[in-house]
């Protein structure tokens, strides 16, 4: 019975971490002078390569595969200093960051994004925001692990936990 427990713990999901430094990422393309305030940039960082678009001080991030597609909470927003990984034997598959958004209330807001990681063919999406709460963490990992690696993009519904 021991075995069998230590074989389902070891393959449960685990967390890493690394920094979200956007000065250590290549810039791809950035907007000349008249075309208005955007880039787009790409990092690797756990094995797998970052993109992310900013526009107007606003933020879009991609993992595996960059989708196409803006998937920005609001209007305004800045991204946290760390990512993280998701991942099961060894092998990453979703994205977990911060968003910070900048609102009428002193300090702004902040949301969880749960990102799926993408492949050719199979591009990555956002799959849920949460709001900010003391059981944000847990419950953008129990996202993670339970709908990452099957969510349809385009065709499933990405979930918005609010407190």
Do not use: K
């Amino acid at each position: 019975m021991s075995i069998i427990l230590l074989a389902a713990l070891a393959a449960a999901p685990t967390s890493s971490y690394t920094p979200l430094d956007l000065d250590h990422c290549e810039i791809v393309t950035v907007a000349h002078a008249g075309e208005g305030d955007w880039s787009a940039r790409r990092c690797r960082r756990g094995g797998v390569t970052i993109f992310i678009n900013e526009d107007d001080a606003r933020f879009d991030v991609d993992a595996g595969v960059d989708n196409g597609v803006w998937e920005a909470p609001s209007a305004l927003n800045e991204l946290g200093p760390q990512l993280e990984w998701r991942s099961e034997r060894g092998q990453p598959f979703a994205l977990i960051y911060r968003y910070t958004i900048p609102e009428a209330m002193p300090g702004g807001r902040s949301m969880l994004a749960v990102e799926s990681i993408g492949r050719p063919g199979r591009p990555g999406c956002l799959i849920a925001l949460i709001d900010a709460t003391p059981t944000a963490n847990a419950r953008a990992r129990q996202i993670a692990d339970t709908r990452a690696r099957t969510f349809r993009c385009g065709r499933d519904q990405a979930i918005r936990d609010r407190p």
